[in-house]
């Protein structure tokens, strides 16, 4: 005649099996941060002074109309295509920069009617009014996908670590200044100096 | 038999409830963790484009500027793209002075590193975006942050 009463659950447990669920979640939740592509925009210079004269061979021009097609050096082109377009002619090395230094670092073709040197490359987008934002960002990230290549392969060869790895570590130190570093950072943004100009959208 | 006639019906036993705080507060504890603050409701349709080579933004230095159609429950304001500062539509001339009192918000000493977070709907006509650099320009704050959603690396 045993009174068989349904024995109760031990609930003692219960706060530690929300304590782990508690850290399970604070470990892998990650709050996100925004991220995008940074760019400066030129100052306004009022000044009279006369551009100077750029050659056509070391102008790269990009034009995006406004139904999101792409014209690159006269011819169209699909926006994956771009990327290589950019690096073969920033890399190109033809001829000699401002102070007649030959290019001894560039890889390309040496091709003599495109760019001279990286200093002298210049890529030159255009848009239109009615381009959308998203094909505008597409074709910057590619043409930054250019110069981040170039550097990230010149920061192998010279000091064998990728061109990320020092901007990183230059961020994580931003309070006190690693001499070599940014040295070392400052040479390789020399060798291929971002030239990106955009004129005003004409229509 | 009476072994049998022992259980009798209505005797189920209470449910303890004395796990209820803890499950309550794994549930707050989340909820605080996984929610994002986000500081200006937005009144336009925002979604952002897609980069891969993109970088981490500083948000001590940051302002936003967004941009983009009016959402659906804002529709009276039409469906042109237009811009957002913190929690108002803006005219074109409207940004100049909002960059100069975000400039004064900063701190001191980072009040000349002042980056321009551009969250633009990818719709939108990029010859907006052209007008609000150009904004930027003459207001001299010229550092601008395309802000873009991550694409993974091929």
Do not use: W
């Amino acid at each position: 005649m045993a009174k068989r009463a349904a024995p109760e659950v031990n609930a003692g447990s219960m706060a530690d099996i929300a304590f782990l669920l508690l850290i399970f979640f604070l470990v892998t939740t990650t709050i996100e941060k925004d991220k995008g592509i940074l760019r400066s925009l030129p100052p306004i210079d009022d000044s009279e002074i006369e551009p100077p004269i750029i050659k056509q061979k070391n102008l790269f021009t990009v034009l995006l109309n406004r139904h999101d097609q792409l014209l690159v050096e006269e011819e169209e082109m699909d926006v994956k295509n771009l990327r290589q377009a950019a690096i073969d002619f920033l890399d190109n090395g033809g001829g000699e920069n401002a102070e007649g230094e030959t290019c001894t670092y560039c890889r390309g073709k040496k091709d003599p009617t495109s760019s001279d040197h990286p200093d002298k490359a210049i890529i030159s987008v255009t848009n239109d009014r009615e381009t959308s934002y998203g094909k505008y960002i597409e074709v910057q990230n590619e043409l930054v996908a250019a110069y981040n290549f170039l550097r990230d392969r010149e920061a192998r060869r010279l000091y064998n670590r990728s061109f990320q790895s020092m901007l990183d570590e230059k961020a994580k130190n931003q309070f006190k200044k690693d001499e070599k570093l940014n040295a070392q950072i400052e040479t390789i943004k020399k060798m291929y100096p971002l030239k990106l100009s955009e004129a005003e959208p004409k229509n | 038999m009476s072994k049998f006639k022992n259980k009798k019906k209505g005797d189920l036993p209470a449910i303890s409830t004395a796990s209820l705080p803890d499950i309550v507060f794994m549930l707050l504890f989340f909820f605080m963790v996984a929610t994002v603050m986000r500081d200006s409701s937005l009144m336009i349709e925002n979604k952002l484009p897609d980069a891969d080579q993109v970088e981490k933004l500083e948000k001590d230095r940051t302002t936003f500027i967004y941009a983009g159609k009016p959402s659906a429950q804002y529709k009276k304001f039409g469906t042109e793209a237009r811009i957002q500062i913190n929690d108002a539509f803006v005219a074109i001339d409207d940004i100049q002075p909002a960059i100069y009192q975000a400039i004064n918000e900063l701190r001191e000493e980072l009040k000349d590193k002042i980056v321009v977070g551009l969250k633009v709907d990818k719709e939108t006509n990029s010859g907006l975006v052209s007008d609000i650099k150009q904004e930027l320009r003459e207001a001299n704050a010229l550092k601008v942050m395309y802000v873009t959603n991550v694409k993974k690396q091929q």
